[in-house]
């Protein structure tokens, strides 16, 4: 295997090359209204291998068979008999791209392989004159520990590019994007009207692998503005302050229900915005909590509930997308929790996150007890929704 020199890098390098081609073959109004997190990702998931995984406690038997084997005389080197033996071959199921297996990774033994490996499963193959069972434990150990330090080193190389290889597909993106912004801003300037096709290319998705799906045309693209953004994360901002000014006088928010809680935090966020922050303000199918316009547009909407069960987040969710037009993006869930073990409680609450049908994508978090924000999809023609889950700990109630 070694002996044909072909490098793991190199494999891993013309995979990711696939990402960036398709990232230049997509559609620009598809660059333009996907969510990048989204986007990258299904990218990483389809172009890059998976880390290797075998079953060692799922294995599975051939019938014991009688065969031919060939047997090299003593005596006469030279001479080759044929003998009757048994044979059992003994597979183990095996997960992810086996085909790095193919290439010699950063670390490389130059001794055999041992073991048949491949998308089926590592085989492991006996045959002897007199089969016992000392015999073939001793083969699948030596098989095992083979393939083992063999897929170790594939994984290790994988993980270590799988970083460099996310940045490079987010700058192609990032670039691409800007570029398909600045031509779009040059084409209104010049004030000359073209007929624009709405078709788009057809992109296979599958919910649970985070793929791309290719949206219906809702209406002609509007650059959103990266001002829209900035007020969006500027305003999370203010509400995780506000949020650590009532976990320090947890004795106030106890007094508190769920409406005066938002009362409250309406009247903060107005601070910072003039008044543009309004409560049970009428937006797509229902009333929202808080809602903050910009300019004519829906820039914050949010959620307040008060902790009780993972069925309070499913149906906050599903009121926030009920309520959010095709042109709303990003969305707030701040969830109030009086537990006596809060930390136990926002574990639930991210798992409730996670496990809504509408779930697409965890980014990562730095604090989830503070923040952490996901990707929903918010109707069945795949329009993509940031969200922001922050929760709140105030003092336990005595229940």
């Not at 002996?3 to 398709?22: H, I, K, M, S, V």
């Not at 084409?187 to 290719?214: C, F, N, Y």
């Not at 935090?265 to 303000?281: D, I, M, R, T, V």
């Not at 926030?320 to 073990?341: C, H, M, P, Q």
């Amino acid at each position: 295997m070694w002996g044909t020199g072909r490098q793991l890098d190199d494999y891993l390098r013309g995979r990711l090359q696939r990402a960036l081609d398709e990232v230049a073959r997509i559609e620009p109004d598809v660059i333009l209204s996907e969510n990048g997190d989204v986007l990258v990702a299904a990218l990483l998931e389809k172009h890059l291998p998976t880390e290797i995984r075998v079953d060692w406690d799922s294995p599975t038997r051939t019938p014991v068979t009688e065969v031919v084997t060939q047997f090299n005389d003593q005596f006469h080197p030279d001479r080759v008999h044929d003998v009757p033996a048994s044979r059992v071959a003994i597979t183990y199921p095996i997960s992810g791209t086996t085909e790095m297996l193919d290439y010699r990774a950063s670390r490389f033994s130059l001794g055999g392989t041992y073991g048949k490996v491949s998308k089926e499963g590592v085989q492991v193959e006996v045959i002897e004159r007199t089969l016992d069972a000392a015999a073939i434990r001793a083969r699948v150990d030596q098989v095992r520990q083979n393939v083992e330090q063999r897929i170790g080193w594939a994984n290790a190389d994988l993980d270590a590019f799988r970083a460099p290889a996310e940045q490079s597909i987010r700058a192609t993106y990032v670039a691409r994007k800007r570029r398909i912004l600045n031509d779009r801003a040059v084409e209104e300037s010049l004030g000359i009207p073209v007929h624009a096709s709405k078709s788009r290319l057809p992109v296979p998705a599958r919910r649970k692998q985070v793929t791309l799906r290719a949206r219906n045309a809702q209406a002609a693209f509007v650059p959103e503005p990266v001002l829209d953004e900035a007020i969006y994360q500027d305003v999370l901002q203010a509400a995780r302050a506000w949020a650590n000014s009532l976990e320090r006088t947890p004795g106030t928010g106890a007094k508190l229900e769920e409406e005066e809680l938002r009362g409250l935090l309406l009247g903060n966020l107005n601070s910072y915005w003039e008044g543009a922050a309004g409560g049970e303000l009428f937006n797509g199918s229902g009333k929202t909590d808080i809602l903050i316009r910009y300019q004519d547009r829906n820039v914050f909407i949010a959620e307040c509930k008060v902790w009780d069960g993972a069925k309070v987040v499913a149906a906050a969710l599903d009121q926030l997308l009920g309520y959010l037009v095709w042109r709303d993006s990003k969305a707030a869930l701040i969830v109030f929790i009086r537990t006596k073990n809060p930390g136990a409680t926002i574990e639930k609450l991210h798992t409730a996150v996670e496990a809504h049908p509408r779930h697409v994508l965890t980014k990562d978090a730095s604090d989830p007890s503070k923040r952490a924000d996901y990707v929903l999809t918010a109707d069945d023609e795949g329009r993509r929704v940031l969200l922001a889950v922050i929760p709140v700990v105030l003092r336990p109630t005595d229940a």
